[in-house]
């Protein structure tokens, strides 16, 4: 399954992605990490199973480890509004 975002490009987090922030505010951000696949501890998770994530830069704010299915590209967004 290929990658959906590459170092550069401009997303918005979705109704998932917002959680993460203290605002809720759709606000454009630039991803800044090639992706990298995380874990979930074992207790957590009975089945092998992982996770898709990226390092962003929102807001002036350096955010780890966004799952890719919490980010839309922007200008998808931007089509649909």
């Keep these: 399954m290929p990658n959906r975002f590459k170092p550069g490009d401009l ?3 979705n109704q998932y ?3 993460i922030t203290l605002e809720h505010d759709r606000k454009i951000g630039i991803i800044i990490s090639k992706s990298y696949n995380i874990l979930p ?3 957590e998770s009975e ?3 992982f996770f898709i994530v990226y390092d962003i830069l929102l807001d ?3 955010i780890k480890m966004v ?3 919490f980010m839309e590209m922007y200008e998808d967004y931007e089509k649909d509004t």
């Design 11 to 13: 997303i918005i987090l």
């Design 17 to 19: 992605g917002l959680f």
């Design 41 to 43: 501890p074992e207790e």
């Design 47 to 49: 089945i092998d199973t």
């Design 60 to 62: 002036e704010e350096l």
């Design 67 to 69: 799952p890719e299915e």
